[in-house]
T-cell receptor, first 111, second 112 residues
């Protein structure tokens, strides 16, 4: 069964303290791994899509990387406005028209 | 840039009533997805449509039905509502299956 696991469940950082969020997956044929940011009561906001191992993408203080078993979302020198839940999702060859989400990591950045 | 539009944003229904949620995808997007997110939970896939045909089905209750119309907008119909149906319902869209999926702001459904 396709599965996505995110860790940690919650992370508290001081402003400027860099860290990484993990998304490990067990799927039957990865057809894309997606990172979203979600603020309370809002829809997930698209951040990155990664398709193959070794691929990396960056946007401001965020950098996403992908291996054959997991993806990392690196946050460099975070600011309080980076506080949100970060969701990882996968599209598989067995379910091309849907995303399977992990439970998310709740990030809190304190000044 | 235009985003996915959902309506209504909030609705309150009583048990056993019916509710209809509407979704207007990003222009030129032909694939629509519906997700349900309970409090503190990750989004759960319900159903998707590509070119007005159902393409994938997830954990959608038999009491729920959905369709995509000729203008690509979609509606999620929920009948015999139960307290457990209270959740945030997201619609998302993409241009052809396989591309990035963009989400709307969601419709809050409260069943009392």
């Amino acid at each position: 069964e396709d599965q996505v696991t995110q860790s940690p469940e919650a992370l508290r950082l001081q402003e400027g303290e860099s860290s990484s969020l993990n998304c490990s997956y067990t799927v039957s044929g990865l057809r894309g791994l997606f990172w979203y940011r979600q603020d309370p009561g809002k829809g997930p906001e698209f951040l990155f899509t990664l398709y193959s191992a070794g691929e990396e993408k960056e946007k401001e203080r965020l950098k996403a990387t992908l291996t054959k078993k997991e993806s990392f979302l690196h946050i460099t020198a975070p600011k309080p406005e980076d506080s949100a839940t970060y969701l990882c999702a996968v599209r598989t060859s067995g379910g091309y028209n849907k995303l399977i989400f992990g439970a998310g990591t709740r990030l809190a950045v304190h000044p | 840039a235009a985003g996915v539009i959902q309506s209504p944003r909030h609705l309150i229904k009583e048990k056993r009533e019916t509710a209809t949620l509407k979704c207007y995808p990003i222009p030129r997007h032909d694939t629509v997805y519906w997700y349900q997110q309970g409090p503190g939970q990750d989004p759960q896939f319900l159903i998707s449509f590509y070119e007005k045909m159902q393409s994938d089905k997830g954990s959608i209750p038999d009491r729920f039905s959905a369709q995509q119309f000729s203008d690509y907008h979609s509606e999620l119909n929920m009948s015999s509502l139960e307290l457990g149906d209270s959740a945030l319902y997201f619609c998302a869209s993409s241009q052809e299956a396989g591309n990035t999926i963009y989400f709307g702001e969601g419709s809050w459904l409260t069943v009392v």
